[in-house]
């Protein structure tokens, strides 16, 4: 089993920045792939940000040049530097994370909210 906790969530003005950490622990074998994603009142789930083993990052549009996506291999964390935020960044964020075997398995964390005031 893996799990997944995020932290860094907040209130913020817009302009203002936050990052979020997300913490794996568990049995993390052939965890290739981590990301990001946002969901708020009467919308579906949406991807934000995601990251592969090699680096390569993928943006949704709505964040590109402002989200920047990374991973620390050795603390077995993948961060999110959320910049420029604005208030339809409101959301609860939260991390996901692919482990591929003989089945895929998606595993998600408890999400943490970030606030974005105008």
């Known amino acids: 089993q893996v799990q997944l906790v995020e932290s860094g969530g907040g209130l913020v003005q817009a302009g203002g920045s936050l990052r979020l950490s997300c913490l794996a622990s568990g049995s993390l074998f052939s965890i290739n792939k981590m990301g990001w994603y946002r969901q708020t009142p009467g919308k579906q789930r949406e991807l934000v940000a995601s990251?592969?083993?090699?680096?390569?990052?993928n943006y949704a549009d709505s964040v590109k040049g402002r989200f920047t996506i990374s991973r620390d291999n050795a603390k077995n964390t993948v961060y999110l530097q959320m910049n420029s935020l604005k208030p339809e960044d409101t959301a609860v964020y939260y991390c996901n994370a692919e482990q591929l075997r003989a089945f895929s398995k998606y595993y998600w964390g408890q999400g943490t909210q970030v606030t974005v005031s105008s």
């Open positions: 990251i592969g083993d090699g680096g390569s990052a």
